[in-house]
T-cell receptor, first 114, second 116 residues
Framework: AQSVAQPEDQVNVAEGNPLTVKCTYS??????LFWYVQYPNRGLQFLLK??????LVKGSYGFEAEFNKSQTSFHLKKPSALVSDSALYFC????????????FGSGTRLSIRP | NAGVTQTPKFQVLKTGQSMTLQCAQD?????MYWYRQDPGMGLRLIYY???????DKGEVPNGYNVSRLNKREFSLRLESAAPSQTSVYFC???????????????FGPGTRLTVL
């Protein structure tokens, strides 16, 4: 069975500082990994995904994520946070070749203070 | 392109009432999904439709039914609403949803449902 965990309910960062939102996953085979962002009263928006290849994936709005197979992690990062990055972030995983659907984590609320 | 649209945006029901949530996409996607979002639980898949004419249960299908009316539309019906179904419901679509699919899902704005 596949699963995904976001160990932090909330992350607080000062504007201009680097940010990291953590995600770990569990699948039997090869994972597909995703990050989505949700702004208040909106649906989820795709940020980036890892399928194969380079472990560092670049996405929208200056975000990037690093795939680490040995640690089964896919942490979301940004070098310099903006107040407008404040939102709810979801990590998701899908096992390649599995009939099961994508599984979402419980979400991490990112708060950037001016 | 409107993307994925959902109606209504808000709804209040009494226990036992029925209603249908509507979803449509204009991206010519094959696969469509219904999720519910509850605090601290992320998104949970209720039902999905891999292609027109097919539907399958997700993680939490009890109390719901779906209809893939055509390629564009995928509706979710609550036959007898219960307070436990109070949630925010999201519809999503993707180009394909097969075993090796890496397709991005595109989400609608959501329907906030309260069951009293």
């Amino acid at each position: 069975a596949q699963s995904v965990a976001q160990p932090e309910d909330q992350v607080n960062v000062a504007e201009g500082n680097p940010l990291t939102v953590k995600c770990t996953y569990s699948v039997s085979g090869n994972p597909y990994l995703f990050w989505y962002v949700q702004y208040p009263n909106r649906g989820l928006q795709f940020l980036l995904k890892y399928i194969t290849g380079d472990n560092l994936v670049k996405g929208s709005y200056g975000f990037e994520a690093e795939f680490n197979k040995s640690q089964t992690s896919f942490h979301l990062k940004k070098p310099s946070a903006l107040v407008s990055d404040s939102a709810l972030y979801f990590c998701a995983v899908k096992e390649w070749g599995s009939a099961s659907k994508i599984i979402f984590g419980s979400g991490t609320r990112l708060s950037i203070r001016p | 392109n409107a993307g994925v649209t959902q109606t209504p945006k808000f709804q209040v029901l009494k226990t036992g009432q029925s209603m249908t949530l509507q979803c449509a996409q204009d991206m010519n996607h094959n696969s469509m999904y219904w999720y519910r979002q509850d605090p601290g639980m992320g998104l949970r898949l209720i039902y999905y439709s891999a292609s027109e004419g097919t539907t399958d249960k997700g993680e939490v299908p009890n109390g719901y039914n779906v209809s893939r009316l055509n390629k564009r539309e995928f509706s979710l019906r609550l036959e007898s609403a219960a307070p436990s179904q109070t949630s925010v419901y999201f519809c999503a679509s993707s180009e394909a949803g097969g075993r090796t699919s890496t397709d991005t899902q595109y989400f609608g704005p959501g329907t906030r449902l309260t069951v009293l």
